[in-house]
């Protein structure tokens, strides 16, 4: 975001945004709504309507092109797995952060006192805007433009989302997956240890409703359950 010398928001006018981003809009009147926030028409009633329904617009775009971009480039990944990743794709913080890396705030159009107030920072409005500029897109050029903007952008934070959750404790994981399918907790059951006491194996084994999903080994009960709920998201298709 550009600063002037005075520490203050420099704000973007609509076409250079579009040019800079390269985004095929032609009907500018629909981009200028696009991002205009109720709290500007408020001080501006030549302004003719504000950003919420294509805000509305835009969600539903973005579930859809997230949910076939995610079907597409996931074809192994379970129902409850690609739920969970849509949902934390499209969430409000998410689509801040995308509204973030365009820049979007500075585009915005914003009533003084919510523009003075930190509102072109603030997660909900550029969450909102982000949405209606994607619904704006969506109208003018079609769903191909939406998903050739949207494409980088998700697989980045795809990446991220999944690195993240591969360092999380697999029983945690799995104690979300069984939940997200309708199953019982997991239960650990440490069916043996062997060797001296200060050198001890154990063994445990997962079941999930009564079936065994994942039989794991190490030096603690603690370590041997992680490797069994490890080989449980295994069977699950999520290695």
């Known amino acids: 975001m550009v600063l002037t010398p005075q520490g203050e928001i420099e704000i973007e006018p609509a076409r250079s945004f579009v040019k800079r981003l390269e985004l095929p809009f032609t009907d500018f009147l629909l981009l200028n709504r696009a991002l205009t926030h109720r709290s500007y028409i408020n001080e501006h009633p030549e302004a003719l309507e504000d950003n919420e329904r294509l805000e509305f617009l835009g969600d539903a775009v973005l579930d859809f092109l997230v949910g076939a971009w995610l079907y597409k480039h996931f074809p192994e990944m379970a129902e409850g797995d690609l739920t969970r990743l849509r949902a934390a794709l499209v ?24 523009g003075d107030g930190g509102g072109r920072n603030r997660h909900a409005l550029l969450c909102g805007t982000f949405e209606a500029l994607v619904g704006a897109l969506y109208l003018d050029a079609g769903i191909e433009a939406v998903q050739e903007f949207m494409e980088p952008m998700l697989q980045q934070a795809a990446s991220s989302i999944l690195e993240v959750r591969k360092d999380r404790d697999a029983k945690s994981l799995l104690q979300e997956l069984v939940q997200s399918k309708g199953y019982a907790p997991p239960v650990y059951n ?25 039989r794991g080994s190490g030096h603690s009960k603690q370590s041997a359950a992680k490797v069994a709920a490890r080989k449980a998201l295994d069977s699950f298709g999520l290695s």
Do not use: N, W, Y
């Open 190 to 214: 440490t069916v043996s240890d062997r060797g001296p006491d200060h050198k001890k194996t154990f063994e445990v084994v997962v079941f999930i409703d009564g079936q065994e999903f994942g």
């Open 91 to 114: 969430c409000t913080e998410q689509l801040a952060e995308f509204a973030r890396q365009i820049d979007l705030g500075a585009a915005m159009k914003l009533g003084r006192g919510e």
